[in-house]
């Protein structure tokens, strides 16, 4: 199981803005940060607004943050949000009826155990847990210790 790039930059937006701490980031800002298109990041943080885990302040002094603590918002909740297709096979999918061995076979059952049991780890886990604070993560993505981004 592979992340959309839509979802891998959405996580990626939400722990530049957990590391940045209280303060706004912008979207070139971000997307300097990580070296991707600023037209894309864009459209992921419509999505991260729409679903509630961002606000966006338009205008001069204008940027992203976190709509709420990291500490409150749950990997496997996000996961849910971003992601649309948790089908591992055909048989698990909206046209199940297009395998012929559907119901016969036991890779359903283990499939839906094996995911069931990926998402009860994500839900341990929230973006607080992602970021923790770490030096490293801030120097990696331009940020100094007081979360403002460092001129490179």
């Known amino acids: 199981m592979r992340l959309t790039l839509h ?19 912008t979207i070139p800002e971000i ?17 991260l607004v729409e679903i509630g885990f961002v ?7 204008g940027g992203v943050r976190l709509a709420m603590e ?21 048989c698990m999918g909206v046209s199940p009826e297009r395998c012929v061995i559907t119901g016969c076979c036991g890779l359903q059952r283990v499939f839906k155990e094996a995911l069931n049991a990926w998402f009860e780890v994500l839900d341990r886990y929230t973006l607080a847990d992602a970021v923790g604070g770490s ?7 331009g940020l100094n210790e007081a979360g403002s981004a460092v001129m490179r």
């Open 70 to 90: 990291p500490s409150r918002i749950s990997i496997g909740t996000a996961m849910r949000k971003l992601e649309s297709d948790f089908a591992l096979a055909e």
């Open 7 to 25: 979802a891998d930059l959405a996580f990626r937006t939400l722990i530049f803005l957990a590391a940045a701490d209280k303060r706004s980031g």
């Open 135 to 141: 030096k490293r993560l801030r120097q990696a993505l």
């Open 31 to 47: 997307a300097k940060a990580y070296a991707i298109s600023e037209n894309h990041l864009r459209k992921v943080v419509a999505r």
């Open 55 to 61: 606000e966006a302040t338009r205008g001069r002094g």
